[in-house]
């Protein structure tokens, strides 16, 4: 099973741009869908863009409020995966957090620990 590790968050200003990325161990990593979801201060945790694995042709999902603004990727190669996060907007404010599933499953069952994003205003 993967050990995911976040990293890239910080505190920028309101339509600034952050990339986020989280690498994964292991070996397997093409049979790894990835995720982002997030989590703000008194919320539940959200969706906010996806990227499928090999069998999936890499497919990308997005949350609406991600949509035109955030940008998922992969590098196999570097077990990396991206989030490319522009147009930034104080209610983006959040703990983001990395999450990978095996191929088909429904459910994302590895996490990372997070890092923290601060928009301000």
């Known amino acids: 099973q993967p050990e995911l590790q976040e990293s890239g968050g910080g505190l920028v200003q309101a339509g600034g741009s952050l990339r986020l990325s989280c690498t994964a161990s292991?070996?397997?990593?093409?049979?790894?869908?990835m995720g982002w979801f997030r989590q703000a201060p008194g919320k539940e945790r959200e969706f906010v863009a996806a990227i499928g694995w090999r069998g999936e042709g890499y497919k990308t999902t997005y949350a609406d409020s991600a949509k035109g603004r955030f940008t998922i990727s992969r590098d196999n190669d570097k077990r990396t995966v991206y989030l490319d996060m522009n147009s930034l907007q104080p209610e983006d404010t959040a703990v983001y957090y990395c999450?990978?599933?095996?191929?088909?499953?429904?459910?994302?069952?590895?996490w990372g620990q997070g890092t923290q994003v601060t928009v301000s205003s």
């Open positions: 292991g070996r397997t990593f093409t049979s790894y869908g």
């Open positions: 999450a990978a599933k095996w191929t088909v499953a429904t459910s994302y069952h590895f």
